[in-house]
Nanobody, 123 residues
């Protein structure tokens, strides 16, 4: 069982930056692929990015490449999502996920989910 708790969301102006954090419980954090998804109002939950258990490999949705960066600190059981050059269309609830599937990109591949953190970008 893995418990995930996101933090770091908030209201930010377009062009600004945020760093989201996801703290994970459990001793096996370093064996999980960690992912980030987001869900905007009225839209389906979509893949943002994922990072391998070692942090050596990452995968991103085309819509966020170059602006979003995922990193992890296995010693702290924490994964991060750095978001730069924020746009109003980035407004969504951001969810942290975990699974042992290598760099999974589909939401049904992830077994564990946090409750999400709200990111709102004003124009």
């Amino acid at each position: 069982q893995v418990k995930l708790v996101e933090s770091g969301g908030g209201l930010v102006q377009a062009g600004g930056s945020l760093r989201l954090s996801c703290a994970a419980s459990g001793r096996t954090f370093s064996t999980y692929t960690m992912g980030w998804f987001r869900q905007a109002p009225g839209k389906e939950r979509e893949f943002v990015g994922a990072i391998s258990w070692s942090g050596g490999s990452t995968s991103y949705a085309d819509s966020v490449k170059g602006r979003f960066t995922i990193s992890r600190d296995n010693a702290k059981n924490t994964v991060y999502l750095q978001i730069n050059s924020l746009k109003p269309e980035d407004t969504a609830i951001y969810y942290c996920t975990a699974d042992r599937t290598y760099l999974a990109r589909r939401k049904n591949e992830y077994a564990y989910w946090g409750k999400g953190t709200q990111v709102t970008v004003s124009s």
